[in-house]
């Protein structure tokens, strides 16, 4: 095959993420259920979107009270094979401050803060560097892809890449939901099925609720189910997301059923879980210091938060998020490991060492900002807090 000209080179757009981007422009609201939508994203600049299916981005939204940002994050439920733009797949939660801000503000032409992509969860190994590399490698193995309610949002852009990179793979999408009303990319889904003979299709809802003419599984997913219809389910790479409940569920049956564990990945929507374990939370505010003159504490240094007035102890091997919820102060974190952005702060002085995994362009750290959750001081640290 002919190498690739310069020209033909040239004709793709600079790679996003990049240093200079820091906000993406929605170009489309589609309203997929009656409480999820697709949010469509542009570049602000034409841009070629490098990511693994299954990465999520960390938005700032204006959701917080009087307006201030907060962060979450969303996982692209895009394919890297159309490098143009991305998506997200929103469902509204109650009482959620950023999904109904989504919901009810975000429109086409405007612009939103964005960090990432990251994230492991993915089909695609985290060492290759090229999409179609990538997949390459998920040619030949058989999958089994299973999602609850909005949770397939990582496993969409799995098979939406497979399927667009004519991966030869073996696929199983098993997707639950409460009501055949409730089913994402249903329409999708069903194209998809019925162009692939090498994908199968298993919807599951719980009920029927007002569609009485669903003629799929009404029930809950269960290993019975999946043992009949995935007879060789011992063979496939298993990736799920979901409820926590319903990822539990999932998880015990096919490890009782003989899965062997490193066939099986899951993806929780809440990091809650993993910032408790990362940072547990201690009642105890021994680590307060009441001085902010910056002198080190007997083996450790002092972080003082310019703008609240407080300071606390960090030891020279704890995470600066850590010795502050030690000290029993909340400061915003989420993932706690580097991944999200949620606790970016600015440091007006000082020295840490840090090791974050995407939540943070070199940009910003050029610019002074940092990740108290994955750093370790060096020094006193003063953060603009
Ligand atoms: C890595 C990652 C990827 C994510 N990807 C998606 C995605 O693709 N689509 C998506 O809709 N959400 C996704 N989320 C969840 C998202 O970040 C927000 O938590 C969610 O939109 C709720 O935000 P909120 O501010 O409206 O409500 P919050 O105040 O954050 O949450 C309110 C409550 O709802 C629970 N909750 C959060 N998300 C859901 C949900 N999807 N369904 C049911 N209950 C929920 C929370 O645990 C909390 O108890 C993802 C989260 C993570 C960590
Ligand atoms: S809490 Fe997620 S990067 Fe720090």
């Known amino acids: 095959m002919a190498e690739p000209t310069e020209n033909t080179a040239n004709a793709y757009p600079p790679i996003w993420p990049c240093d200079d981007d820091t906000a993406l ?21 034409a841009r070629t979107f490098v990511y693994r299916p299954g990465q999520f981005i960390t938005l700032d939204v204006p959701a917080g009270q009087g307006g201030s940002v907060v962060q979450r994050s969303y996982t692209l439920s895009s394919s890297p094979s159309r490098p143009q733009r991305v998506s997200i797949t929103v469902k ?19 612009q939103i803060g964005v960090t990432g992509p990251a994230g492991d969860f993915s089909c695609m190994a985290d060492s290759a560097t090229s999409l179609p590399a990538g997949m390459q490698t998920c040619a030949g193995q058989r999958y089994l892809l299973i999602s609850g309610g909005s949770g397939i949002t990582p496993v969409m852009s799995m098979l939406r890449t497979m399927v667009d990179m004519a991966v030869d793979a073996d696929i199983v999408f098993v997707h639950a939901a409460r009501t055949p009303a409730d089913l994402i990319f249903h ?24 569609h009485t003419e669903w003629s799929g599984y009404v029930g809950r997913l269960s290993r019975s189910l999946l043992e009949q219809q995935v007879p060789d389910l011992l063979q496939r790479q298993v990736f799920t ?37 990362v940072n547990p939370v201690q009642t105890t505010t021994q680590n307060t210091v009441s001085t902010s003159e910056g002198s080190a ?43 999200c952005g949620t606790c970016k702060t600015k440091k007006v002085s000082g020295e840490v060492s840090m090791q974050h995994k995407g939540g943070i362009r070199q940009r910003e ?21």
């Open 25 to 45: 422009q929605c170009i489309q609201v589609v309203q997929e259920t009656h409480d999820v939508k697709t949010f469509v994203f542009n570049a602000l600049q």
């Open 92 to 110: 509204r939660v109650a009482g959620g401050p950023v999904s109904n801000w989504l919901h009810d503000y975000l429109q086409p032409g405007m």
């Open 241 to 277: 997301c979901g409820p926590a409940g319903f990822m539990q569920a999932v998880r015990a049956s096919l490890l009782d059923a003989g899965l062997p564990e490193k066939q099986y990945q899951q993806e929780s929507f809440s990091f809650e879980t993993l910032a408790q374990a």
């Open 187 to 210: 329409k999708e889904l069903t194209l998809l099925a019925h162009q692939h003979p090498r994908l199968r299709l298993l919807l599951v809802c719980e009920s029927r609720g007002a």
């Open 297 to 339: 504490v007997s083996g450790g240094f002092t972080i003082s938060l310019s703008k609240l007035g407080d300071a606390f102890a960090c030891a020279p091997d704890q995470s600066i998020l850590g010795a502050a919820v030690a000290a029993g102060l909340r400061l915003p974190a989420s993932c706690s490991t580097g991944l």
């Open 365 to 385: 750290i050029d610019q002074g900002w940092i990740l108290p959750c994955c750093s370790v001081p060096l020094s006193d640290v003063v953060l603009e807090r």
